[in-house]
């Protein structure tokens, strides 16, 4: 019974999260799986070079859980944008602007460090992949400067 009432508690979250995030649930889902391909490459390199330690395991989780609160203040941003828009009787429609920049800026970062923890391991990475990632995060950089 209380399995039943988790698994019904956890699909409602899901799809609330879902209905809520709309537009960036796809983003979302790319950034947990970047933010978690980090750890992973992060932990795989500190290994090889004979530096792991539970101390700065801990302290990446903390930051991942600090970028997803960064997301959630982007989005609220959003909200309270919006809301303040309708009040004075102005109906744009900007959902999801500042999560979404939030949430590429830190795709894109994430995806830096884990080519920087590939190089780390030992693995040849093409400057071509190296100049366009950086590109990417100066163009992001730029248009939310």
């Not at 979250?13 to 490459?41: E, I, K, Q």
């Not at 390199?45 to 203040?73: D, F, N």
């Not at 949430?103 to 100049?131: A, R, T, Y």
Request: charged share 15%.
């Amino acid at each position: 019974m209380k399995e039943n009432m988790f698994r019904t508690l956890f699909a409602a979250a899901l799809g609330a999260l879902a209905a809520y995030a709309g537009v960036l649930l796809a983003p979302l889902c790319v950034l947990g799986v970047v933010m978690v391909l980090d750890y992973a490459t992060g932990i795989a390199a500190a290994w090889s070079c004979k530096l792991l330690s539970s101390r700065v395991g801990v302290k990446g989780i903390v930051k991942k859980v600090a970028y997803l609160a960064l997301v959630a203040v982007g989005m609220v941003v959003d909200y309270l944008i919006s809301s303040a828009l309708l009040r004075v009787g102005v109906d744009i429609q900007i959902n999801y602007c500042f999560g979404m920049m939030i949430s590429v800026w830190l795709i894109i970062n994430e995806l830096l460090s884990i080519l920087e923890n590939l190089g780390k391991l030992g693995i040849p990475l093409p400057d071509f992949l190296l100049k366009a990632i950086e590109r990417l995060r100066d163009g992001v950089d730029r248009r939310t400067k």
